[in-house]
Nanobody, 124 residues
Framework: QVQLVESGGGLVQPGGSLRLSCAASRFTLHLYAMGWFRQAPGKEHEGVSYISSSGGSTYYADSVKGRFTISRDNAKNTVFLQMNSLEPEDTAVYYC?????????????????WGQGTQVTVSS
């Protein structure tokens, strides 16, 4: 059974940084485009960042552009989200997802597999 497990969330002060990891098991990650999504209480599910299967193409939501960086290590079956200059508005549960595609997938419905999520809280 395909499994995605997020880690790296936690409590951080505004302006701080966190690095999220998404470890994939039981499937070949390099065949999948990946994405990070988030959902804050009372808010819509939001796409944060996406990356192609090779890592050559990336996409960022305007709200995180210039602050977040998505990357992947296919040899280690892991995808990362480096989050800098965190703001209270970034507080949410963050999910990684996998889409059977080589190119970037920006539509949530295009993702077949989802992790359970990791909580990120930005607060002083």
């Amino acid at each position: 059974q395909v499994q995605l497990v997020e880690s790296g969330g936690g409590l951080v002060q505004p302006g701080g940084s966190l690095r999220l990891s998404c470890a994939a098991s039981r499937f070949t990650l390099h065949l999948y485009a990946m994405g990070w999504f988030r959902q804050a209480p009372g808010k819509e599910h939001e796409g944060v960042s996406y990356i192609s299967s090779s890592g050559g193409s990336t996409y960022y939501a305007d709200s995180v552009k210039g602050r977040f960086t998505i990357s992947r290590d296919n040899a280690k079956n892991t995808v990362f989200l480096q989050m800098n200059s965190l703001e209270p508005e970034d507080t949410a549960v963050y999910y990684c997802a996998a889409a059977r595609s080589f190119g970037v997938v920006t539509n949530r419905s295009g993702y077949q597999y989802w992790g359970q999520g990791t909580q990120v809280t930005v607060s002083s």
